[in-house]
């Protein structure tokens, strides 16, 4: 499974309920090398941050849909799909786009230079 591109929702027994069940089960850890666990971890994160992004939008009085929200953050709706299902990485990027326009908090506020 070792790879520079792997698809974070192989981590999941159930790779469907990726990003949109809350309590999902995760491939043991037992015969992953320390990258596939990292990978494993970020698998994770990378989950409940898509959920975390589907709230928002079922919240949302501005996006109605996640092609709303792809097209106000300059995102394709296939990218911004493939995220949200775990299909392709999430990058801090995505993260904080979510963050500042969704108006969700995901990580620690940091000390920012300005």
């Known amino acids: 499974m070792v790879s520079d591109r792997y698809v ?4 999941a027994i159930d790779d469907q309920l990726f990003g949109k069940e809350r309590v999902i089960k995760w491939k043991s850890i037992e ?7 990292g990978q494993w971890r970020a698998a994770q994160i990378q989950h ?3 959920l975390a992004i589907r709230a928002a939008l079922t919240r949302s009085a501005r996006y109605h ?8 953050v300059d995102v394709s709706e296939r990218r911004m799909a493939e995220l949200l299902r775990g299909d392709i990485v999430m990058r ?3 993260i904080a786009t ?17």
Request: charged share 40%; glycine share 0%; proline share 2%.
């Open 31 to 37: 015969n992953l090398d320390d990258i596939e666990v």
């Open 48 to 50: 409940h941050a898509a």
């Open 8 to 11: 974070p929702r192989r981590f």
């Open 65 to 72: 849909s996640v092609a709303d929200y792809a097209r106000a």
């Open 98 to 114: 979510a963050e500042r326009v969704l108006k969700i908090r995901f990580l620690l506020n940091a000390e920012t230079d300005r």
């Open 92 to 94: 801090l990027e995505d």
